[in-house]
């Protein structure tokens, strides 16, 4: 079993910043995980947000919240943040964490065998 837990959602104004945070860990001592975050909103689909490579080479953010939010993945660690700067009511989500083992592309949802159990984010205007 990988336990996915994820931190840090909260209630905030436009313009302000949150930062939520993640730990993937089980299984085995060595596993470095593949990480990403999705949201969902009231309505919609889950969608991909930010992901990171395990050797951190790699990012991906989706065209909605580039150049606001940033992925870090802490050192070689099983623990990524998702630093969210200029938040908007569309930010408002509830937020989930994952993890892969296997990776075919950091957006694909497939790819994500372990999952949190989602923190929520609301933006206020």
């Known amino acids: 079993q990988v336990d996915v837990e994820e931190s840090g959602g909260g209630s905030v104004q436009a313009g302000g910043s949150l930062r939520l945070s993640c730990t993937a860990s089980?299984?085995?001592?060595?596993?470095?995980?593949?990480m990403a975050w999705f949201r969902q909103a009231p309505g919609k689909e889950r969608e991909f947000v930010a992901g990171?490579?395990?050797?951190?080479?790699?990012?991906l953010y989706s065209d909605s919240v580039k150049g606001r939010f940033t992925i870090l993945r802490e050192g070689t660690k099983n623990t990524v943040h998702l630093q969210m700067n200029s938040l908007k009511p569309e930010d408002t989500a509830v937020y989930y964490c994952?993890?892969?083992?296997?990776?075919?592309?950091?957006?694909?949802?497939?790819?994500?065998?372990?999952w949190g159990q989602g923190t929520l984010v609301t933006v206020s205007s």
């Open positions: 994952a993890a892969a083992e296997y990776l075919i592309r950091l957006s694909v949802e497939d790819n994500y065998d372990y």
């Open positions: 089980g299984r085995t001592f060595s596993t470095n995980y593949h």
């Open positions: 990171i490579k395990r050797n951190g080479d790699s990012t």
